[in-house]
């Protein structure tokens, strides 16, 4: 149980794209979901949190223009990189947890690896 | 923002050989959760740990939560090459955090055939 699946694991793409990452939980409702983003070797850096049905909240320091979060369902996320420049290449991770409160682990994608030429 | 502080950074063993790995805190938390990465992947979820003083098995893996509710540590036991990758501590606060996690540096395992 507790699957969630990242689409896509893998995008390269010119510089001034737009790319949308889809994150879903499979077998379990999400209330909640997270965006982090991660450098080679390092922790996982939480840029937003998606509540369904409301406004995301970002971290501190990350571009909400440049980064569009969208949660309309219990069981979809998605991240948009807009106008994506190389700077952007990273690895972006989702995760999932199912109830706004409370204490449930949070079960994570299989990230996707963006790749800004 | 704030992280854990996790040791040790990274680790090399033989296989065979037990490994030991921690998070402390400033702060308390109300849940620790282990994670495991391997490379190219998300991390997944090893253990979870709600009850202050619980101590938690999976298989080799043995995490007990703190009793100050400001540490946790990981063990694992005769290592297997399939162990390596990076191991994550993570602390869940509660209240009004929406369930954010905080988490460690992680701690890099490679272990040797």
């Known amino acids: 149980g507790a699957v969630v699946s990242q689409h896509p694991s893998r995008v390269i793409c010119k510089s001034g794209t737009s790319v949308k990452i889809e994150c879903r939980s499979l077998d379990f409702q999400a209330t909640t979901m997270f965006w982090y983003r991660q450098f080679p070797k390092k922790s996982l850096m939480l840029m937003a949190t998606?509540?369904?049905?409301?406004?995301?909240?970002?971290e501190q320091g990350v571009e909400k223009d440049k980064f569009l979060i969208n949660h309309a369902s219990l069981t979809l996320s998605t991240l948009t990189v807009t106008s994506a420049h190389p700077e952007d290449s990273s690895f972006y991770i989702c995760?999932?947890?199912?109830?706004?409160?409370?204490?449930?682990?949070?079960?994570f994608g299989d990230g996707t690896r963006l790749s800004i030429l | 923002g704030q992280q854990l502080n996790q040791s040790p950074q990274s680790m090399f063993i033989q296989e065979g050989e037990d490994v030991s790995m921690n998070c402390t805190s400033s702060?308390?938390?109300?849940?620790w959760l282990w994670y495991k990465q391997d490379p190219g992947e998300g991390p997944v979820l090893l253990i979870a740990?709600?009850?202050?003083?619980e101590l938690t098995s999976n298989g080799r893996l043995t995490a007990q939560f703190g009793i100050t509710r400001k540490d946790s540590f990981l063990n694992i036991s005769a290592s297997i090459p399939s162990d390596v990758g990076i191991y994550f501590c993570a602390g869940l606060a509660g209240g009004t955090s929406y369930g954010k996690l905080t988490f460690g540096q992680g701690t890099i395992l490679t272990v040797h055939p």
């Open positions: 740990l709600y009850k202050a003083g």
């Open positions: 995760s999932a947890k199912q109830g706004r409160w409370g204490n449930q682990p949070q079960h």
């Open positions: 998606s509540n369904e049905g409301s406004k995301a909240t970002y």
């Open positions: 702060s308390i938390f109300n849940t």
